[in-house]
């Protein structure tokens, strides 16, 4: 096991249930036409934004509100055993930094819900105001890849963060909820379907 490397985590949809806690916010705000649970408009929708009829005016400016807004991050609920998990792999390769494409305008909310659930104390990177949100996945990738080998991967939900990483990149992405293998071989990538198979993954010296 390398000793000298720590590793970086995501935090949405990686820690926290953020997408869930939109669906029910928007929800609650906005109306629900097509009368779907949240678990239901989880599968049909890719994000809480994505549906055609929250695209108001009023709907687009509760979203902004709500990606700004410190309190709100202070409540999203957790997945459940990140903390407990994450706590155990701090002691066998630590947690180093969280790299999250929110923006610098929330970092004391997300300081905030990490202490709250016992998360380690590790820096945490957010998205500075010039990077557009769409450029989120191509800035994360960047600084992974100026960051190694200080740190040595990453645990992320985001698919896309693997497309933009140049095949250069000698550290491994723990893509969380990935199921099937991968189509990029260039770079080192370990799908882990839940936490506990993140742990088993990570307490197992060979794969990193
Ligand atoms: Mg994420």
Same mark, same amino acid.
């Given at each position: 096991m390398k000793k000298s490397g720590g590793l970086a985590l995501d935090i949405d949809e990686t820690l926290s249930r953020t997408n869930y806690f939109w669906v029910e916010y928007l929800q609650l705000k906005l109306? @629900? #036409?097509?009368n779907l649970s949240i678990e239901e408009m989880e599968i049909k929708y890719k994000y809480a934004s994505d549906p055609g009829y929250w695209q108001t005016d009023n709907g687009l400016n509760l979203m902004e509100e709500m990606r700004n807004d410190d309190v709100?991050?202070? @409540?999203?609920p957790l997945i459940e055993n990140s903390n407990t998990v994450v706590q155990k792999i701090n002691k066998i390769l #630590? /947690?180093?930094a969280y790299i999250t494409a929110r923006p610098d305008s929330v970092l004391k909310g997300t300081e905030k819900w990490l202490e709250k659930h016992n998360f380690p104390k590790a820096k945490i990177i957010t998205r500075p105001l010039e990077v557009r949100a769409e450029d989120g996945n191509k800035w994360k990738a960047k600084i992974l890849e100026n960051l190694y080998p200080e740190i040595i991967g990453i645990i992320d939900d985001n698919p896309g963060? /693997?497309?933009c990483l140049s095949?250069?990149?000698k550290g491994t992405v723990f893509l969380y909820k990935g199921i099937s293998e991968h189509m990029r071989k260039d770079i080192k990538i370990v799908p882990c379907k839940d936490w506990e198979h993140v742990?088993?993954?990570l307490s197992t010296a060979s794969v990193y």
């Open positions: 109306g @629900n #036409p097509e709100f991050q202070e @409540n999203l #630590p /947690i180093r963060l /693997i497309d095949s250069d990149y742990w088993q993954t």
